[in-house]
């Protein structure tokens, strides 16, 4: 029986191969060139002939994490088809490499950064997901958490340009909803406060910083640009560009503007 492939509507349309990709294979080719016993890392890059083949060879290796698993991987995330996806990709590539010195290039991040890997793992079973294919989302976002350490549920809504910086830790609710340009660090929580249903998680608005170990609960909503400071418990909503911080988190200060938390990194609270 021939494998069903999932295809979303976009209105995107198909483009040449973009030129992330080819640097990204470029890169890897001069490693391979530089490190030959590197090979079988380097593998699913060279081997490709496209973005998604790359992405999808690199998130099957990395999510092997028992015998056969590789193989069921690549077929899993093979059979969604997106216009969207990718862009969504290299819009994270791109995020990681502008904020994180210790990522100076994308084919690092590709290889290397688990909290990009998983996010990305994310995208896959999200689609799923709402394909009805809840089976597939699971295990995917199961074996996401056995790899990378960190649980993103496949129902929750991600946008473009994030960074999982370290990524230990994280974990994000059903119905959460990250936005566009965010960044949060290890051990962040966006959870409910206990066993409601519905509607339950964050709101996290576009260009926030999340500190390292914050827990940011309920069916709350997190403005634009703001700041979660490191180890801050939020149960109450924040304004767009203010700082939070403590236990419970309080506001102690207004940012300009103009000032960009998510992209900067900046984590002073004064």
Partial sequence: MARQVIKFASPVARHPERRIWTD??????????????????LRPILAAT????MLIGTLAARLAHAAGDRA????????IEDGTLLEETEADLLAIVTRDPANPDPLTVL???????????????????HAGRMEG????ASQASLVFGLDIHPAARMGRGIMLDHGSGIVIGETAVVEDDVSMLQQVTLGGTGRDKGDRHPKVRRGVLIGAGAKILGNI???AHSKIAAGSVVVEPVPPHTTVAGVPARIVRVHPADEMPAVTMDQQID
């Fill in 137 to 140: 989302a699971r295990w995917l």
């Fill in 24 to 41: 990204i294979r470029a890169a890897a080719q001069h490693r391979a060139d530089d490190q030959p016993h590197l090979a079988e890392l």
């Fill in 72 to 79: 069921l991987a690549a077929n899993v995330l093979a059979s």
């Fill in 111 to 129: 290889l290397h950064l688990k909290g990009f890997q998983a996010l990305q793992v994310h995208r896959f079973a999200h689609r799923l997901w």
């Fill in 50 to 53: 496209t973005g998604r083949q």
């Fill in 221 to 223: 909503e997190i403005g």
